[in-house]
């Protein structure tokens, strides 16, 4: 029986004997940028990579996801890892899409690459029959909460429920047979860390807002009309006037934008529409600060007799670190840069639906380096690719086969160590909880 260091040692191998296309599938995403559900060429690209392997895999999950698992040679459990598939949309960034304007300002081309390198490292014939359970790889569509309409109109044709892949993969049963699932994410401010590991992120909701005033003549008769631009001016002011009352340790962050500020300049605006965030550390936080916001939506319509609808939607949970995969982790990472190029990455305030996921199993979400810029940004870049993907692909297959090695034993003691926050049926109640639509008129 070959020990977990021969075990990696065989994993690296093969890894690095596919370095050179690991890197060379970052690139070709990074070329071909498509945002959330619609990732239909980077699904297209993975279901090959899969089938070059052997992998059998499953596609077309929340419309372009793609899930393929490696059995081990005993039974155990199912150790997730994923990959997210989707980008941003960032016009001005050097590799945008000319068309569209997306563009992977988030290294998600780079966790694709990860996971496909995984893939590579653990599917070896000389390492499966070693480990008791399974690995499942998952390639996850839209973690990035943008196009809001767009992916709303889904839900109401029935294509989707939820607006993010991940809470869409639980709501379909695709993560019913995992039981621990992990992912790696780019990052450009690490300092001189090349891996780090994380422990909690935001948790956010999401509103579609549309202010409905009446139209006049802007010039000739403006007081004849009811300005719902003038609703949602005010309405961003009194959430500005309620930020002092947000409590520093709760992180909450609201960032509206108006997506629709009229029609013509020469009429009063009589349907301006808003998108925002809500985001919060803890669930209860979220819900205090998303009834300010909708207490300022409603005193914006009120001030000037417009009517206001608000449509509040589930976005993603607080991120839960796991503590026992986070060690195991950790000491992969040490590994393979060293103690003093292993970091800590503190609370984060932005969101990912690997919280959702983390509130059902243990799960972690470390980061790599590599990049630089803003992310999110147009100077978003990944600079070390081997780093990005190659290095990072060996951090997490090294960790499922200290999962899964010795008849599973670590990952069975995670389990044993673990509570989830939720049951799925429970987080399913919670999520659908959430959504909720007003029509708010003053004047009724």
Known sequence: ?????????RVADAINAHSEEIVGVARTILENPEPGFKEFKTSRLVVEKFGEMGIPSQEGLAITGVKGVLNGG??????????????????DHPHADRETGAAHACGHHCQIAMLLGAARGLSSSDVLPHLAGSVALMAVPAEEYIELEYRNELRKRGRLE?????????RLGVLDDVEMAMMCHTASDLGEKKLAVSSTNNGTVAKQIQFLGRSAH??????MGINALNAAALALMAIHVNRETFRDQDSIRVHPIITR?????NAVPADVRMETFVRGRSVSAIAEANEKVDRALRAGAMAVGARVRIETLAGYLPLITDPGMARIYRENAV?????????QVEHRAGSTDMGDVSHIMPAIHPYVGGATGIGHGSDYLVQDYALATVTAAKALAFTAVDLLA?????AREVLRQHKPAMTKDEYLRFMRGLAKEELYDPNA
């Not at 993010?164 to 993969?169: A, D, N, R, T």
């Not at 802007?218 to 007081?223: K, L, R, T, V």
């Not at 590994?335 to 970091?343: D, T």
């Open 406 to 410: 010795d008849g599973a034993s670590a």
């Open 1 to 9: 029986m070959p020990s977990r260091e021969e075990l990696k040692r």
């Open 74 to 91: 005993g039974d155990g459990p199912t150790v997730g890892i994923f990959g997210e598939l989707d980008s941003l949309v960032v016009p």
């Open 261 to 265: 500020g009229g029609e013509v300049v």
């Open 218 to 223: 802007a010039g000739g008769s403006p007081h």
């Open 335 to 343: 590994s393979l840069v060293g103690e003093g190029s292993v970091g």
């Open 162 to 170: 939820f607006l993010g892949g991940k809470p869409e993969f639980i």
